[in-house]
């Protein structure tokens, strides 16, 4: 028996069957699917804060970070903007090692309270700064001005394709550079989608070890169900590069290009910049 039999059980919305035949792959997926699927999780992510912390300062994240800090900084010292929008920002990790010696206006945009919190507090001295605790589409909805630089580090992946759109047409009128940096998804068929989801997360929590339960339970198994379980809670929208550069280009950014950026466990990230209409 392999995990892929399960997660075939579980996108042919049998959760059970799917929990049953997990219980019998003796791997870090296996047991942690089975262990998922047996509890009264609800599939909701972001919203346990240990978890996703325990996540992203761990494993393959810590050189994928450091990349992306990199990246954005290179972009700041290019662009020096005077404003700065960050859309999803979490606890800071990409956006605060980027700034450097940049003091632009910044707007922190992010719906978990307790990860903007942390973002905040390591924000330096002499920054102007504007956090909102919301959603980017309620924030969009009021938003004036312009901003030199907007950015969002693995976070419009949470969004819809539809609500995506409707994101980053608002912000194309208000943006001067837009700076993405996502993951580099490819389009599979069903079947080699399993196959890909089966090897790419063992190889994900293999990376961790004292926090691998926790990271399991309260993350990633969430967002693998998710995407798969007809009627979970869905957190990831993720899309191939290509896709991205048209999404973006189709909400009327010009200048569309893409910077690969670092080989991670479940994608290659790699960095998006286009011009504002």
Known sequence: MTITTALAALAAGTPDRARALASTVRTPLGRALAAYLASDADGTVYDRP??????????????????????????????????????GCGDGRALLPALGHHRPRLTLVEPSAAL?????????????????????????????????????????????????????????????????????????????????????????????DADRDLVAQGFLMPVLTGQLLPGAVRSTWEQPATAWAAQVARAGFRDVRI??????????AFLLTASGS
Do not use: C, M
Not at 61 to 75: H, I
Not at 259 to 268: C, G, I, K, Q, V
């Open 116 to 208: 903007l919190g942390t973002a905040v507090r390591g924000v330096p001295d002499g920054i102007r700064l504007d956090a909102r605790n919301t959603r980017v589409e309620d924030f969009l909805a009021d938003a004036e001005g312009r901003f030199d630089v907007a950015q969002s580090t693995f976070a419009l992946h949470t969004l819809p394709h539809e609500d995506r759109d409707g994101v980053l047409a608002a912000l194309a009128p208000a943006v001067g550079k837009l700076a993405l940096v996502e993951f580099d998804v490819p389009d599979l068929t069903p079947d080699e989608r399993f196959e890909f989801l089966a090897a790419t997360y063992e190889r994900g929590l293999a990376e961790y």
């Open 259 to 268: 910077t690969p950026l670092h080989d991670y466990w479940s994608s290659p």
């Open 50 to 87: 240990a978890a996703f912390q325990a996540f992203i300062e761990g494993g393959g994240n810590v050189g994928l970070y450091r990349a992306v800090s990199r990246a954005l900084n290179d972009l700041y010292d290019r662009v020096r903007p005077k404003t700065l929008l960050d859309v």
